[in-house]
C-alpha cells in the first residue's frame, strides 16, 4: 500500500483530496500547521471512510519538524497544498507569501530530496495566467502574476522545473485549479474561510445562511454578456479525483508535467448566483458595486490536455456544486468548530 504525505491536508481541497486517497487506498500522512484550516475536517474525513489518517503539526518552514517526518514514514510521493492563498493578504504582506510558500517549498523539496522521495504533485492556480486574452485556456498560454501570491505560484512552478532539470529523476505534476467551490455529498467538510469571505462561492453561501446581509457583485460593466466577470468553478471533488489521476501519472515517470484542472465552462457572477437560486430555492441578495482591482475579465479552462493524459474531466455541473456547497454551510454555519480537546 502506498503512503503519501499530503501538506496542507487539512485544508478544504487538502481535505477532500486525502478523502478521495483513503477511499483509493492509499495510506495517508496529513502535515499541516493549521493556519488555516482545523485538525476536525481531518477527524470527519476519518469518520466519513472509516479509516484513519496521522496528522502532525509541522509548517513549510520547520525543516528539522518535515525531516523527522521523512525519517519517520517511507513516502511514495507528496501532494504539495500547504501555502498562504489570499490574494488581498499577500498584497498588504508579500514578504510573508515569500517566505512561506516560496521559502516553504524549497524546504520541502531540499527534505525530500534527501529521502530520495522525488514524487510531487503540486497545487498551482489559474492565477498564473493573469488576465487571459484568450478564453479557453490550454497550458501553453502566456503566463504571469498580477500578484504577490500569483508571484509565488508561477515562480514555484519555475523553482519545480528546474529542479526537474537538474535531477531527472524527479516526477512532477503541477495543477493549475480554475475555481474550486463546492463539498463532499455528506456536507460533513467544506470551503471554511476565516473571517470575511474573499471567494464569491462562500460569500454567496454566508449570504444564504444569514451571515452576511447581501452578496457585492464586483462589477456590472465587464465586456461579457450580463457585463460580470467570467470564472471556470470547478467542484472540489471533481478537483481531488484529478489530484489521483496526477499521481498515477507520475508512476510513468513524466518528468515535469502540467495541466489546467477546470470544467472548460466558463459562469458569471450572475450564473452562480442564478445557479445557485435555482439549486436550492434561496433568493440571494446582492448589488452590483465597483469592480475588485486586479480581477481577470474571463478565465475559463481548456481541459483537453488533461482529458487526454490523465484520463480525467470534471462531472459535476454548476447547480450541483451549489447544492453541495449550500448543503455544508447549513450544517455548519459557523464553520467547524474548535478542534477536539
Ligand atoms: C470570482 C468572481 C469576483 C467575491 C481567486 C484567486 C485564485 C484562487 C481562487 C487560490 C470574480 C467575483 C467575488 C465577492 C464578487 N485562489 N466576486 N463578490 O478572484 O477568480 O480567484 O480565488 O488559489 O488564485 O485569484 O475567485 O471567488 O474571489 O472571485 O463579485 O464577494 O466573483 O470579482 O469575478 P478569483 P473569487
Not at 37 to 62: N, P, W, Y
Not at 117 to 124: D, L, R
Not at 141 to 159: A, D, Q, R
Request: with cysteine; glycine share 10%; charged share 25%.
Amino acid at each position: 500500500m502506498k503512503t503519501i504525505l499530503v501538506t496542507g491536508g487539512a485544508g478544504f481541497i487538502g481535505s477532500h483530496t486525502t478523502l478521495e486517497l483513503l477511499n483509493a487506498g492509499y495510506n495517508v500522512v496529513v502535515m499541516d500547521n493549521l493556519r488555516n484550516s482545523k485538525e476536525e475536517a481531518l477527524r470527519r474525513v476519518e469518520d466519513l471512510t472509516g479509516k484513519s489518517v496521522t496528522f502532525h503539526k509541522v509548517d513549510l518552514l520547520d525543516v528539522e519538524g518535515m525531516t523527522r517526518l521523512f525519517t519517520e514514514y517511507s513516502f511514495d510521493g507528496v501532494i504539495h497544498f500547504a501555502g498562504l492563498k489570499a490574494v488581498g493578504e499577500s498584497v498588504e504582506n508579500p514578504l510573508l507569501y515569500y517566505q512561506n510558500n516560496l521559502i516553504g517549498t524549497i524546504n520541502l523539496c531540499d527534505v525530500m530530496g534527501k529521502a530520495s522521495v522525488k514524487n510531487m504533485v503540486f497545487s498551482s492556480s489559474a492565477t498564473v495566467y493573469g488576465d487571459p486574452q484568450t478564453n479557453p485556456i490550454p497550458e501553453d498560454s502566456p503566463v504571469t502574476f498580477v500578484n504577490p501570491y500569483g508571484f509565488t505560484k508561477l515562480n514555484i512552478e519555475y523553482m519545480l522545473r528546474d529542479l526537474q532539470r537538474a535531477e531527472p529523476e524527479w516526477n512532477i505534476a503541477s495543477l493549475r485549479y480554475f475555481n474550486p467551490v463546492g463539498a463532499h455529498k455528506s456536507g460533513e467538510i467544506g470551503e471554511d474561510p476565516s473571517g470575511i469571505p474573499n471567494n464569491l462561492m462562500p460569500f454567496i453561501t454566508q449570504v444564504a445562511v444569514g451571515k452576511r446581509e447581501k452578496l457585492n457583485v464586483f462589477g456590472g460593466d465587464y465586456p461579457t454578456p450580463d457585463g460580470t466577470a467570467i470564472r471556470d468553478y470547478i467542484h472540489v471533488v471533481d478537483l481531488s479525483v484529478g489530484h489521483l489521476k496526477a499521481l498515477e501519472k507520475l508512476e510513468t515517470d513524466p518528468g515535469m508535467v502540467t495541466y489546467n484542472l477546470g470544467t472548460g465552462k466558463g459562469s458569471s457572477v450572475l450564473d452562480l448566483i442564478k445557479a445557485f437560486e435555482k439549486a436550492t430555492g434561496i433568493e440571494i441578495n446582492y448589488e452590483i458595486t465597483d469592480r475588485r482591482p486586479g480581477d481577470a475579465v474571463q478565465c475559463y479552462a481548456d481541459p483537453t490536455k488533461a482529458e487526454n493524459e490523465l484520463g480525467w474531466r470534471a462531472e459535476r455541473d454548476l447547480e450541483t456544486m451549489c447544492r453541495d456547497a449550500w448543503n455544508w454551510q447549513k450544517k455548519n454555519p459557523d464553520g467547524f468548530p474548535s478542534d477536539r480537546v
